[in-house]
T-cell receptor
Framework: GAVVSQHPSRVICKSGTSVKIECRSL??????MFWYRQFPKKSLMLMATSNEGSKATYEQGVEKDKFLINHASLTLSTLTVTSAHPEDSSFYIC??????????????FGPGTRLTVL | KQEVTQIPAALSVPEGENLVLNCSFT??????LQWFRQDPGKGLTSLLLIQSSQREQTSGRLNASLDKSSGRSTLYIAASQPGDSATYLCAVRRGTGNQFYFGTGTSLTVIP
């Protein structure tokens, strides 16, 4: 149990286009999902916290108009990178906490999405 | 702001050796600490989760300890194997909220 999937696993796009990344909790409901970004040989940086049915909470320095987050259901959150540029190229990872298991329950991570912007 | 540091940044050991990875954090007001494994180009695999009230957790050849007051955690790997080669990340969750702060990772290579 507690599997989180991401789609796509890899995406290459042209500069100026928008890319949507999906994060799904396959066998549990997740009230809260998290989006992280990882640069090569660096650690993960939290970008935003996605709450089902409400607006996402963005970390300082993250452009909310550039990284659109939607958490429309208890099993799906999406991250859309709008007007992508080469500097947006990165590894994006989502995680999810089970609903009803307490506010600080264990997080389960997706396999990540490698975005390359040409 | 919480800062998490991992030492060493890279480690190479012969197969069969026991080894210790270190994680330190600046703010002791944590709720829990989690150790992860990340293979190249892949996501994270959770290894061990230690609640702030616990001192250690064990799973197979892995043992993680937590000294919250000193801001330290260690991950002990016994009888290392080539399959253990990966980057190991520690992450702490602060006392309020769900945010994780990740360390910079230790890249482990186990030589056959």
């Amino acid at each position: 149990g507690a599997v989180v999937s991401q789609h796509p696993s890899r995406v290459i796009c042209k500069s100026g286009t928008s890319v949507k990344i999906e994060c799904r909790s396959l066998d549990f409901q997740a009230t809260t999902m998290f989006w992280y970004r990882q640069f090569p040989k660096k650690s993960l940086m939290l970008m935003a916290t996605s709450n089902e049915g409400s607006k996402a909470t963005y970390e300082q320095g993250v452009e909310k108009d550039k990284f659109l987050i939607n958490h429309a259901s208890l099993t799906l959150s999406t991250l859309t990178v709008t007007s992508a540029h080469p500097e947006d190229s990165s590894f994006y990872i989502c995680s999810a906490s089970r609903s009803g298991r307490g506010r600080f329950s264990e997080q389960f991570f997706g396999p990540g999405t490698r975005l390359t912007v040409l | 702001k919480q800062e998490v540091t991992q030492i060493p940044a890279a480690l190479s050991v012969p197969e069969g050796e026991n080894l210790v990875l270190n994680c330190s954090f600046t703010d002791s007001a944590i709720y829990n600490l989690q150790w992860f494994r990340q293979d190249p180009g892949k996501g994270l695999t959770s290894l061990l989760l230690i609640q702030s009230s616990q001192r250690e957790q064990t799973s197979g050849r892995l043992n993680a300890s937590l000294d919250k007051s000193s801001g330290r955690s260690t991950l002990y790997i016994a009888a290392s194997q080539p399959g253990d080669s990966a980057t190991y990340l520690c992450a702490v969750r602060r006392g309020t909220g769900n945010q994780f702060y990740f360390g910079t990772g230790t890249s482990l290579t186990v030589i056959p």
